[in-house]
C-alpha cells in the first residue's frame, strides 16, 4: 500500500473533496484522483462517494480515515527520527496573521526555507480564525490573548502595546486621561471587543464604541493616522508612525497588559522536529527583533 495513496486519501477526507486536497498537496486534481482509484482498487472497497458538488465518506470510509492517518503520523515521526540531525523535509503548512505576518513572519519563514532546501513550505496569511484540523494546517502562528481550545500552543514572545491617535484627533477631541473617559470618544476596532488596561496590579476593562471596525490592523493604523479616532494596537504596528509623530501614545498611565504570539498546533499528534523548528526560529526572532522589545526605539527629532 503507498503512503501517498494514504495520505492523499487523509487529505481529501479532511478537506471535504479533491480540489480543495490538491490545493493542500500541491498537485494536479487528475493525480488526486488516480491515486484514490488505486487505493481504492487494493482495498476492494469504496471509501468516498463522489459527485459533481461534493465528496462524503463511505462508512467504511469513516473508518479507515483514522488508522490511514495514525499510519501517516507515525511514518513521518519514523521518517524524522532516522534523518540526519537538522535535516527537515517534507512539507510544513503554517497559517499566520495578515497582520504584520508579511512584514514580520514571512522573513523567518523564508529563513527557515533557506536553511531547509528539502523542506517545502505553504504559509496562508489571514487575520480569520482558522481550524487547523479541518483545513489541514501543520500549525499556527497566533497573536493576542489566547483563548482556551484544545489546541497546543508554545508562547514565542509577548507583545506590547498601546493607545494611539493622530494630533488632529487629539485637538479636535481632546486626550482620555483613564479608562472611564474612553466612553466619550470614538474608538477604532477590529470588533466588539474589550480593551484592557493595568492600573498597578488591577486591570480595568473598557468596552469602546466607535463606528470604525476592519478585521486588519494595518487598516486601523490608516484610520487612526487620518484622524478617526483612538486605537489599540501593538507597538510593531505604530512605532513609525510614533517616531514620525503621525501617531502620539495616550492614556499612558494605563497601559495595556502585555500580549503574546504563539505557534499553535493540534492535540494529540506528535510535535514534529519542523513545527519544532519554526518555533525555536521565531523565538530567536523575538529574542532579537526592537520591533517587539517591551519599549520600541523611538527617535527623538533634533
Not at 240 to 254: D, F, K, Q
Amino acid at each position: 500500500m503507498d503512503i501517498e495513496e494514504l495520505q492523499t486519501f487523509v487529505e481529501v477526507a479532511d478537506a471535504g473533496g479533491v480540489s480543495p486536497a490538491a490545493l493542500r498537496l500541491g498537485v494536479a486534481k487528475s493525480i488526486v484522483s488516480r491515486r484514490l482509484a488505486r487505493l481504492e482498487a487494493e482495498l476492494g472497497i469504496q471509501l468516498l462517494v463522489r459527485s459533481t458538488r461534493a465528496t462524503a465518506l463511505t462508512e467504511a470510509g469513516i473508518t479507515f480515515r483514522d488508522y490511514a492517518a495514525r499510519v501517516c503520523a507515525e511514518i513521518d515521526i519514523a521518517k524524522e527520527t532516522i534523518l540526519p540531525a537538522g535535516d527537515l523535509r517534507g512539507r510544513l503548512r503554517v497559517a499566520a496573521p495578515l497582520t504584520f505576518g508579511p512584514t514580520h513572519f514571512a522573513p523567518v519563514i523564508a529563513e527557515m526555507a533557506q536553511r531547509h532546501p528539502q523542506l517545502h513550505i505553504q504559509t496562508s496569511y489571514s487575520d480569520r480564525f482558522v481550524d487547523l484540523i479541518a483545513e489541514g494546517f501543520d500549525c499556527a502562528i497566533r497573536v493576542g490573548y489566547l483563548q482556551d481550545s484544545n489546541l497546543i500552543a508554545r508562547r514565542i514572545g509577548p507583545i506590547y502595546g498601546k493607545l494611539v491617535a493622530s494630533p488632529g484627533y487629539i485637538k479636535a477631541h481632546g486626550s482620555p486621561e483613564t479608562p472611564d473617559e474612553l466612553a466619550a470618544h470614538s474608538a477604532l476596532m477590529q470588533g466588539t471587543e474589550t480593551w484592557q488596561f493595568k492600573d498597578g496590579d488591577k486591570i480595568i476593562t473598557a468596552r469602546p464604541q466607535g463606528r470604525f471596525q476592519a478585521d486588519n490592523g494595518t487598516a486601523l493604523v490608516a484610520a487612526a493616522t487620518a484622524g478617526l479616532g483612538i486605537a489599540y494596537l501593538p507597538d510593531c504596528l505604530t512605532y513609525e508612525h510614533v517616531n514620525s509623530g503621525a501617531l502620539v501614545p495616550i492614556m499612558t498611565r494605563y497601559p495595556p497588559p502585555p500580549a503574546a504570539a504563539y505557534v499553535v498546533r493540534p492535540s494529540g499528534q506528535h510535535p514534529a522536529r519542523k513545527i519544532r523548528a519554526l518555533t525555536e526560529l521565531l523565538i530567536e526572532y523575538f529574542d532579537q527583533s526592537p520591533h517587539f522589545a517591551r519599549t520600541v526605539p523611538v527617535t527623538v527629532a533634533a
